[in-house]
């Protein structure tokens, strides 16, 4: 079992900038590879950005966020990061850190991941 607690989040003025963390524990965290997704109410849980098991392997980015948003982690602390810079509006969301340790699947598939964070909130103001 592995549990995972994002943290970082907050109010921002549109053009600034945040940086999510999350830190896992219960597990051997180079068995997993992570992942970040986004959620506003009443919507569905989007993708936003994923990294294999090795820092400086595998990157994906959803468009929305491509040049602006960047994955890392640092498996000698069990962290993975989101820095988010030039936030937007429609960035406001609830971000959620996701484990993903089967080695198949796709990692921008909601079910392609194993646990998930509580999430913590993002509010970028206009």
């Known amino acids: 079992q592995v549990q995972l607690v994002e943290s970082g989040g907050g109010l921002v003025q549109a053009g600034g900038s945040l940086r999510l963390s999350c830190s896992a524990s219960g597990g051997t965290f180079t068995d997993y590879a992570m992942g970040w997704f986004r959620q506003d109410p009443g919507k569905e849980r989007d993708f936003i950005a994923a990294?294999?098991?090795?820092?400086?392997?595998?990157?994906y980015y959803a468009d929305s966020v491509k040049g602006r948003f960047t994955i890392s982690r640092d498996n000698d602390k069990n962290m993975v990061y989101l820095q988010m810079n030039s936030l937007k509006p429609e960035d406001t969301a609830v971000y959620y850190c996701a484990a993903k340790a089967r080695r198949t699947g796709d990692y921008i598939t909601i079910r392609s991941y194993d646990w998930w964070g509580q999430g913590t909130q993002v509010t970028v103001s206009s």
């Open positions: 990294i294999g098991r090795n820092a400086g392997s595998t990157y």
